[in-house]
């Protein structure tokens, strides 16, 4: 059973930067490529930022130039490093697989940005 874990949101302001972190726990085997996404209030959960197992990466426009997401392979984390933030980059993160199936969801972090 994987079990993901997401940390490193808060609030800040516009044009500010987080960093957010994904462990996940289980079998490694099942760690391929891995997405964070994103859920605001009212809206579907979008996928942001896509790194594959062997560290390709691939972007949504929305947040391209802004966001870079990273993994160790190790540490069976995947980072989102969030820079010149918007207010409409308001949501709560997740991440999880590229594709279905899904591993269970996380809680996700929330992150905030104010104007």
């Known amino acids: 059973q994987v079990q993901l874990v997401e940390s490193g949101g808060g609030l800040v302001q516009a044009g500010g930067s987080l960093s957010l972190s994904c462990v996940a726990s289980g079998r490694r085997s099942d760690f391929n490529g891995m997405s964070w996404y994103r859920q605001a209030p009212g809206k579907q959960r979008e996928s942001v930022a896509t790194i594959t197992a062997f560290g390709s990466t691939r972007y949504a426009d929305s947040v391209k130039g802004r966001f870079t997401i990273s993994r160790d392979n190790v540490k069976d984390t995947v980072y989102l490093q969030m820079d010149s933030l918007k207010p409409e980059d308001t949501a709560v993160y997740y991440c999880?697989?590229?594709?279905?199936?899904?591993?269970?969801w996380g809680q996700g972090t929330q992150v905030t940005v104010s104007s």
């Open positions: 999880n697989a590229v594709v279905p199936p899904f591993f269970t």
